[in-house]
């Protein structure tokens, strides 16, 4: 496991909770679970160019008082098949986008910062020896030193050269293996009215919302333009509006179920360097990956209110 990233918010644990929810949307990962009796948040991430299969995070909330809580933030990579020598810390790289959009959404520039264990112990005396403190056996080990890090500095380039290549030949791997995710897991039929790509393309555009009824939950909305762009909103049932989240791309496309050989329409969504597939299933959007206390993320089209209740 990577090292945590570790920060303390002026808010209340109830804001900082919600809002990471929200950041964690906005930022295209999936939501695996909420603990709000001992304030835990559980979600992951799919494959990126640091790992082949994503990664497992946590974030756990620690109330200071009922102003100040305490983010700790930090991930494990997920099993996987292929081999991978390192994720390149991408845990840790995870934890800060969360941290950067928590600071934007909190309105706190600089949160208070939580002072690791090597930062607490470190010396407050940096004066520098003079050259007469100096001794025989100093120089002696810098030439070592010196020595030793000519045969290690050759072996560590080659080691990073083939850690290079082997990501170069995985990754080309797994395009070719997304080239056929689309058909992998879907067994259900699509809309029979939709008979062509331009059908589903024209059938897509619109207004589509998810809004579960259970507890802790994040509502979900997509309204995909003619244009192939789309606005991603995100909200909490306790909320009064949509908060946007983020403009991307999308596309229609076509497959076959594997079950039956039978064609089925989807919408593709580009979420940064991942893409989301959303089936067309009875007129709704079912989208692969997305699931809710295990019940899958269903989007009815229309406009509709779901804050008036």
């Known amino acids: 496991m990577a090292d945590p990233v570790i920060v303390q918010f002026n808010t209340s644990i109830d804001k900082a909770m919600k809002e990471s929810l929200i950041a964690i949307s906005k930022l295209g990962y999936s939501l695996k679970s909420i603990d709000k009796e001992y304030y835990i948040i559980n979600f992951e991430t799919g494959p990126s160019m640091y790992s082949f299969s994503g990664q497992n995070m946590s974030i756990l909330f620690n109330e200071i008082d009922v102003n100040t809580v305490q983010i700790n933030i930090s ?151 003619s244009d192939g762009s789309y606005d991603e909103f995100a909200a909490m049932p306790i909320d009064n509006n949509w908060s946007h989240i983020k403009k991307g791309s999308w596309q229609a496309g076509v497959s076959k179920y594997v079950n039956t050989g039978e064609k089925f329409y989807y919408v593709g969504i580009n979420r940064d360097e991942t893409k989301l597939i959303g089936i067309l299933d009875h007129g709704n959007i079912k989208f692969q990956d997305m699931m809710v206390n295990g019940q899958d993320m269903i989007f009815w089209k229309g406009e509709k209110d779901p804050f008036n209740k």
């Open 75 to 225: 991930g494990t990579r997920k099993p996987q098949k292929q081999y991978q020598i390192t994720d390149w810390g991408e845990a840790k790289k995870i934890g800060l986008k969360i941290i950067a959009e928590l600071k934007s959404r909190l309105g706190q520039n600089e949160p208070e910062r939580v002072i690791n264990k090597e930062e607490h112990y470190k010396t407050e005396d940096k004066t520098p020896l003079k050259s007469s403190n100096y001794t025989k056996n100093d120089i002696t080990h810098t030439r070592m030193n010196s020595k030793y890090w000519k045969i290690i500095f050759p072996i560590i380039i080659i080691l990073v050269l083939i850690v290079c290549f082997q990501l170069l030949i995985n990754s080309f791997n797994h395009n070719d293996s997304n080239e056929n995710k689309v058909s992998s897991n879907v067994t259900e039929k699509d809309p029979s009215e939709i008979s062509s790509i331009e059908d589903a393309q024209k059938y897509i555009i619109g207004s589509w919302s998810f809004t579960s009824q259970y507890p802790g939950s994040i509502w979900s909305k997509y309204i995909f333009y």
